[in-house]
């Protein structure tokens, strides 16, 4: 028969392989008319000053969503601080709303070290959110 400890383990090693969604921590914004190079932010601060923590090990990003008054055509990129490398970066064209899930094989790595965050460049876009869904382990 299985005790209370049997049960926590058990829960533990389920948690660790089913790793866990970070969706909804990864999420940034802009209000009105945000300029090519202009940076999305995350609760009021722009993502270059400060990114979003990654809580994950092992971390891949799986999906890039958006919506936006008006639909453009410009590049959303991903990076990481402070050393401001791309993770990803794609061009959605004509655009006011998209659900992208990156193809397995191409899927960007991202770890506990990494601090995320957003910006616009090839074009420019008006009150736009956006947000990616990543799985990993903690």
Same mark, same amino acid.
């Given at each position: 028969?299985?005790?209370?400890?049997?049960?926590? !383990?058990?829960?533990?090693?389920?948690?660790? %392989?089913?790793?866990?969604?970070?969706?909804?921590?990864?999420?940034?914004? #802009?209000?009105?008319?945000?300029?090519?190079?202009?940076?999305? +932010?995350? *609760?009021?601060?722009?993502?270059?000053?400060?990114?979003? $923590?990654? $809580? &994950?090990?092992?971390?891949?990003?799986?999906?890039?969503?958006?919506?936006?008054?008006?639909?453009?055509?410009?590049?959303?990129?991903?990076? %990481?601080?402070?050393?401001?490398?791309?993770?990803? *970066? #794609?061009?959605?064209?004509?655009?006011?709303?998209?659900?992208?899930? !990156?193809?397995?094989?191409? #899927? $960007?790595?991202?770890?506990?070290?990494? #601090? &995320?965050?957003?910006? !616009?460049?090839?074009?420019?876009?008006?009150?736009?959110?956006?947000?990616? +869904?990543?799985?990993?382990?903690?």
């Amino acid at each position: 028969m299985l005790n209370c400890d049997d049960y926590a !383990i058990i829960e533990e090693l389920v948690r660790q %392989r089913s790793g866990i969604s970070a969706s909804p921590g990864f999420t940034w914004g #802009r209000s009105g008319n945000v300029p090519d190079g202009g940076y999305l +932010l995350h *609760q009021s601060v722009p993502s270059n000053i400060s990114g979003i $923590p990654v $809580p &994950l090990t092992s971390g891949v990003i799986t999906t890039i969503f958006f919506e936006q008054e008006i639909a453009t055509t410009f590049d959303l990129v991903i990076f %990481r601080k402070p050393s401001m490398a791309v993770v990803f *970066q #794609r061009t959605f064209t004509a655009s006011s709303f998209e659900v992208y899930v !990156i193809p397995t094989a191409s #899927r $960007p790595f991202i770890s506990s070290s990494d #601090r &995320l965050g957003m910006k !616009i460049v090839n074009g420019s876009v008006k009150n736009i959110v956006a947000g990616l +869904l990543a799985v990993g382990s903690v």
